[in-house]
Each structure stands twice: as structure tokens, then as C-alpha cells.
């Protein structure tokens, strides 16, 4: 038989649907304030507290920081990111690897480099400081603007990776990295050049240099990326290039590798590239001590503008 969850009194089974619980509605609301009251006494009572274990107290960097080790400075972080960029390239660089290098936390780098893109212009500004420059360009003109860019080439070739990050509209601006340029301007001194013209050369040149290092930056990534030096890349092409030249179609090359074979030289390539660019430029020198100062054209004379 049937009763009242609420007060016990008998109840008639309904002929169809849900059994019912209860007698009345009073019993009903009387069941509902019941369990009411009781999940707001539950919730009322304190959760039960986890007690963690004490920590011992901290010996270092209150804000959980690496202290840095002794002996580290700007210079040092510096240094050991050159050497990894050096070895590695400049993307195997991050704050993280220079860190580990010098057995360090990357957070403690922080406190003397404000991040990556700081480090990689500090990496630049040290580089370019390496070979202090004469006190004037010896010579004349011609043995100046020589010495500013076999200076340039000889930091490529023991930097590659400074190509990157100099030969950008945007480059890095630091006192030794303008003192280079000063110093090519300076050899251009006392030949009567505007201030504009005279810039103009020593980018010209320094473009030169730019262009040739190019082929030893991207000979050194590629050796690094595939094992595979130039030497050896080149004795694995030569069948396949012996079949084209042999085809008769490209006379020119066929007697340049019957002279030369395919031995590629970029350290001569570069000298003859400036020797050729300063023979031009002597032109303009010439020009100037004759009287017939080179002029900028107007920019109406120059065509639409690309």
C-alpha cells in the first residue's frame, strides 16, 4: 500500500501515469522546506583545509629568479652569444641558449639585456668594434675606400651572420657601427663632394661588399644545414653540367671551364668586383678635380617613380 512520504497517510494509486509521494500540496511544500534547509546548513559548514607541507626558506632571487653567477656582466653575454651565432647561425640564438652557456637562468640575463632583439644590436655594436679603425684612412681616397671594405669583408667572413642584420634599411644605430661609416666618408674628405655624394660612395661601396658576401654567408648556411661543403657539392654537379656544355648550346662557358674548370674563387671575384667599382668612382673624382662636379638629377629627369 501506498503512503504520504511526508506523514505517512495511505494513498490511492493513480489508475494511470506516475505514482504520486504525497497526501496534499501542504505535504508536499512541508518535504520541500525540509530538504531546503538542509543543503543550506551543508553549505554553511567549512570545507575541510588541505594542509601543504612548508617550504624551506629561499636562498635566492625573492621574485624566483636564477642569481646570476659571479663574474657576469653585459660584455660576458655578449661575448657567448657571438660564439654561438658564429658556430650556429643567428637562429640557434635565443636569451634561453646564452643562459645555458653560461650556466645561468634566462631571467637572469634580464637584468642586463632587455631581450633578444637588444642582444643581437649589442652583438653588432661588439663586432664592429673589433678592429679599431686608423686614426685617418691612410693614403689617398682609393686606399681608403679599400682598407673601410676589405674591413667590412674580413667581418663578414668571421661573422656571417651580421649580413643578416646590417644590410637592412633599419640597421642596427650604435657608435662604432656609424664610426664605420664615418670613417669610409672621411677618405672621400677635402675632394670638394657634397655631404649627400659622399654618403652615397661609401653606401656604394659598402653595397659592393654587401653583395659579394652574400655567396660566402649563403655558402656557410648551406654547409652548416646540409654537411655538404662547396667542394664537394661541386664535384657532384659536374657530370650533369659536362652534359649541358657538351650540347654545344653555351660556347662562352664551355671555354671558361676549359680554362678554369668550376673552381669558384669568392674572395678574388671580390677584389676584382671592387677594383672595378673604384675605376668607376675615379671617374667621378676626376671628374670633379677637372671642374665637372657630378650633379644629382632632378627627380622629373629620372622617369615615373616604380
Known amino acids: 500500500m501506498l503512503t504520504c512520504a511526508q506523514c505517512g497517510k495511505p494513498l490511492d494509486a493513480a489508475p494511470r501515469g506516475r505514482r504520486p509521494r504525497y497526501c496534499s500540496r501542504a505535504c508536499q511544500a512541508r518535504a520541500y522546506r525540509i530538504r531546503t534547509a538542509g543543503r543550506t546548513a551543508r553549505l554553511a559548514e567549512p570545507e575541510p583545509r588541505t594542509v601543504l607541507p612548508t617550504p ?133 674628405d677635402g675632394l670638394g663632394l657634397d655631404p649627400t655624394t659622399t654618403h652615397w660612395v661609401a653606401m656604394t661601396v659598402s653595397a659592393q661588399v654587401q653583395g659579394a658576401a652574400l655567396l660566402l654567408v649563403n655558402e656557410v648556411e648551406a654547409e652548416r644545414r646540409t654537411g655538404v661543403t662547396a667542394g664537394q657539392w661541386r664535384v657532384s654537379r659536374t657530370p650533369a653540367l659536362l652534359e649541358i656544355l657538351e ?47 657630378y650633379e644629382a638629377e632632378p627627380d622629373s629627369a629620372r622617369g615615373p617613380a616604380r
Do not use: C, Q
Open 56 to 188: 624551506p626558506p629561499s636562498t635566492g632571487d625573492p621574485a624566483g629568479r636564477h642569481e646570476p653567477p659571479a663574474g657576469l656582466s653585459t660584455e660576458r653575454i655578449v661575448r657567448t652569444a657571438v660564439r654561438i651565432a658564429d658556430a650556429e647561425g643567428l637562429d640557434a640564438l635565443s636569451m634561453r641558449r646564452v643562459a645555458t652557456e653560461l650556466s645561468t637562468g634566462a631571467m637572469s640575463l634580464y637584468r642586463y639585456v632587455p631581450g633578444k632583439d637588444a642582444l643581437v644590436e649589442l652583438m653588432v655594436e661588439a663586432v664592429f668594434g673589433e678592429d679599431p679603425h686608423p686614426g685617418s684612412a691612410p693614403g689617398g681616397w682609393r686606399t681608403g675606400l679599400e682598407a673601410a671594405a676589405r674591413r667590412e669583408w674580413r667581418m663578414y667572413s668571421r661573422h656571417p651572420w651580421v649580413l643578416r642584420v646590417i644590410a637592412t634599411p633599419r640597421p642596427p644605430i650604435g657608435p662604432n657601427v656609424l664610426a664605420d661609416v664615418e670613417w669610409a666618408m672621411r677618405a672621400m
Open 247 to 293: 650540347s654545344g648550346r653555351f660556347p662562352i662557358l664551355s671555354r671558361l671551364h676549359a680554362e678554369r674548370g668550376d673552381v669558384i674563387d669568392i674572395d678574388e671575384w671580390f677584389e676584382f668586383g671592387l677594383r672595378r667599382l673604384l675605376d668607376g668612382l675615379a671617374v667621378l673624382v676626376e671628374g670633379r678635380e677637372k671642374g665637372t662636379a
